[in-house]
T-cell receptor, first 115, second 111 residues
């Protein structure tokens, strides 16, 4: 299994500012994923982050708005840039299990409110 | 990507079995069916997955239709702790697979 922590757990930010969300895993993992969950909605995949390469973004998400860093095999950050109220969501990171494992493990999420 | 269809919500009485359906008629022949659930204020957690045969684990059972176009997650005795949103999603049996989640089914368990 993998234990994932996210910081901050929640934040209230002003329009036009940026927030960086951290995701820390207790073991080395190849791939990390970032999801957004808008209020009352399902999860939407933002991007896939591999260590040592550029993140791969899903349709509708761009690097300028959601830059991602993946400096090592246990850590990643997602920045929400130039925020607007529409960015108010829960942001979650997830990781695959160890080699051969079929489970994904999700962090507790970061609840972001933009005013 | 295969599309899934699930009822928006279901209710069950405590201690009774619950059958949560999922339609995935466009699933590819090599994709597994995965089920995750999201408890209130938490990230999703793995429940079960299968390819063709029915599967059982300590949390639930998964019944897969012979044509693989639908599946049913079975909670044998629902408890209040099982109240959550349940998602089915097709994909490879690999932890590195990127899941595309549908709308899910919100299960309410009545005491």
């Amino acid at each position: 299994s993998a234990v994932i922590s996210q910081k901050p757990s929640r934040d209230i930010c002003q329009r036009g500012t940026s927030l960086t969300i951290q995701c820390q895993v207790d073991s080395q993992v190849t791939m990390m994923f970032w999801y957004r969950q808008q209020p009352g909605q399902s999860l939407t995949l933002i991007a896939t982050a591999n260590q040592g390469s550029e993140a791969t973004y899903e349709s509708g998400f761009v690097i300028d708005k959601f830059p991602i860093s993946r400096p090592n095999l246990t850590f990643s950050t997602l920045t929400v840039s130039n925020m607007s109220p529409e960015d108010s969501s829960i942001y979650l990171c997830s990781v695959g299990g160890q080699r051969g494992s079929y489970e994904q493990y999700f962090g507790p999420g970061t609840r972001l409110t933009v005013t | 990507d295969a599309k899934t269809t699930q009822p928006n919500s279901m209710e069950s009485n405590e201690e009774e079995p619950v059958h949560l359906p999922c339609n995935h008629s466009t699933i590819s022949g090599t994709d597994y069916i995965h089920w995750y659930r999201q408890l209130p204020s938490q990230g999703p957690e793995y429940v079960i997955h299968g390819l063709t045969s029915n599967v059982n684990n300590r949390m639930a059972s998964l019944a897969i239709a012979e044509d693989r176009k639908s599946s049913t997650l079975i909670l044998h005795r629902a408890t209040l702790r099982d109240a959550a949103v349940y998602y089915c999603t097709p994909g490879r049996a690999s932890g590195t697979y990127k899941y595309i989640f549908g709308t899910g089914t919100r299960l309410k368990v009545l005491a």
